[in-house]
């Protein structure tokens, strides 16, 4: 297939737009034990029978700890001027604490000289949800003391790695970390405690603040900012006067799932509407804590995959696809998915609107900031066809409709740098093991083999013309 997109094309991006495809460490490296890696929470997790689809590991995942040449050429082959991935902190400090495992760094530092040997910028994330499991056996982020850990392993790989880094990213999506990781256990390291889950919000939040000063005081000039998970919320009031009842659970729903990590690091205050269930006790935060957290950010990465509908409902009464009520809303109002609107393979609503909308929000909570976004993408069930080709019409479809959102909100004066789709490889999706496929290049994973699929070489024509071609009217899915 080929796609034309039109000179002077409506759907341009702005000059200078960063164009990337993003991994993160324990979901593409494997070499799980090589040059002196210590055990991550990840590990242990994945080896707990029960906990991931299939029993799969990451112990070998797309082998690209070796294969990172080959991944650095298909990029280069994309057009794609930045790669975001994560540093692996159990490989700079397999013990937690000390000592330095130089192996680690020079891991790094040779993955970044292959990029920039192909005019590739890196955007590293410093904390991709692999914890070293010797941090975790003294508490983990529900202890105060591991934000400090934090900020000596950031000094460390600024100091190394500070002169080949463009932007680093303390955190990637400390939501889904206190929400599956803490609260429902579904993720590593497997706790189901809510104090814990209020706890780590905070020293999670503090380990940002302190990793970004120990990163600036390491590389002057460091770019340095986060990256959330954020979800907005649409409301659908009926006709029975639902519309203040609705509001009251929007501002709830948005608390949990923006305002306790955006307020904190925008404002330095913690959500006035959040169920206080899932805040920090007081007792938890001491002075100068929040003003760690909210010193001004370079830049705010956005991960979007989809947003949350509500509407009045009765929760007693659900029908398919209507969720349980929103945790903290009162009665009357439940999750639901629109008529019309598809899914993706991960049963995740396809909603570029709410995309368009969150950049908007954004862009009045922090006016000028300049917004990334560091994941967007969805999963299909692909497959190599008898040519070999990976026909992934479906990701082609949510890429185009969420890059139009994208160039709309440009366009409206949204200060959108660049776009990462997330991801570059299949990979290990946590708990679902291999079996959720995300990449714009399928892996083979017995063979490790790569097959860029159709949405790559979509993904290359938007890159080239740094605009979004038309898909043809007889598009077929
Ligand atoms: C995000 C994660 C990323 C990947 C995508 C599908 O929550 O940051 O690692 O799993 O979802």
Redesign the pocket.
């Known amino acids: 297939m080929t796609y034309v997109t039109s000179p002077g094309e409506p759907l341009a991006f702005p000059q200078g737009f960063a164009w990337g495809a993003a991994t993160?460490a324990y979901?593409i490296e494997g070499a799980a034990d090589a040059d002196g890696r210590g055990p991550s929470v990840w590990d242990t997790f994945s080896r707990t029978p029960g906990k991931v689809r299939g029993g799969d590991t990451g112990d070998v995942a797309c082998d690209s700890y070796r294969r990172y040449p080959e991944d650095a050429d298909l990029l280069a082959s994309l057009g794609l001027s930045s790669y975001r991935f994560s540093i692996s902190w159990p490989r700079i400090f397999p013990t937690g604490a000390g000592p330095v495992n130089q192996a680690g760094l020079d891991h790094y530092k040779a993955l970044l000289d292959t990029l920039a040997e192909r005019g590739i910028s890196g955007a590293a994330t410093l904390f991709?949800w692999d914890l070293p499991q010797a941090l975790q056996d003294q508490g983990g982020w529900a202890s105060r003391d591991i934000a400090l850990r934090f900020a000596d392993y950031a000094a460390v790989v600024g100091e190394a790695l500070g002169d080949r880094v463009e932007r680093w990213i303390t955190l990637?999506?400390p939501l889904?970390v206190t929400d599956l990781g803490y609260r429902t256990g579904i993720h590593a390291p497997g706790i189901a405690d809510e104090a814990a889950a209020a706890a780590a919000t905070h020293h999670l939040l503090l380990g940002h603040g302190l990793a970004t000063a120990a990163l600036r005081a390491a590389v002057p000039g460091a770019q340095v900012g986060i990256t959330l998970?954020l979800t907005p919320v649409i409301v659908t009031p009926d006709a029975n006067g639902s519309a203040a009842l609705l509001e009251r659970a929007r501002l709830v729903a948005d608390a949990k799932h923006n305002g306790v990590f955006l307020e904190p690091l925008l404002f330095g205050r913690y959500p006035e509407h959040a169920p206080a269930a899932i805040l920090p006790p007081a007792a938890l935060i001491r002075d100068g804590d929040l003003a760690a957290i909210s010193a001004p950010v370079d830049f705010l990465g956005v991960?979007y995959?989809r947003p949350q509908h509500l509407r009045p409902g009765d929760p007693a009464n659900l029908r398919l696809r209507e969720y349980p009520p929103v945790p903290g809303t009162e009665g009357g109002v439940v999750e639901y998915y629109p008529a019309g609107l598809e899914t993706t393979n991960m049963d995740w609503l396809i909603d570029p609107d709410g995309l368009y909308e969150l950049l908007v929000r954004l862009s009045k909570d922090a006016p000028g900031l300049p917004l990334y976004i560091t994941?967007n993408g969805c999963a299909a069930e692909d497959y190599p066809n008898p040519d070999g080709k990976v026909n992934d019409l479906e990701r082609i479809k949510f890429l185009h409709q969420h890059l139009e959102a994208c160039a709309r909100a440009a366009r409206d004066g949204v200060n959108l740098a660049g776009y990462y789709v997330?991801s570059l490889l299949d990979n290990f999706?946590?708990a679902y093991g291999y079996q959720k496929r995300?990449g714009i290049v399928y892996v083979d994973f017995p063979t490790g083999r790569r097959i860029p699929k159709e949405s790559a070489a979509f993904v290359a024509e938007v890159v080239r013309a740094n605009a979004i071609p038309a898909l043809p009217a007889n598009w077929p899915v």
Request: hydrophobic share 35%.
């Open positions: 993160a979901q991709h990637n999506e889904v998970n991960n995959y994941e997330w999706e946590w995300f």
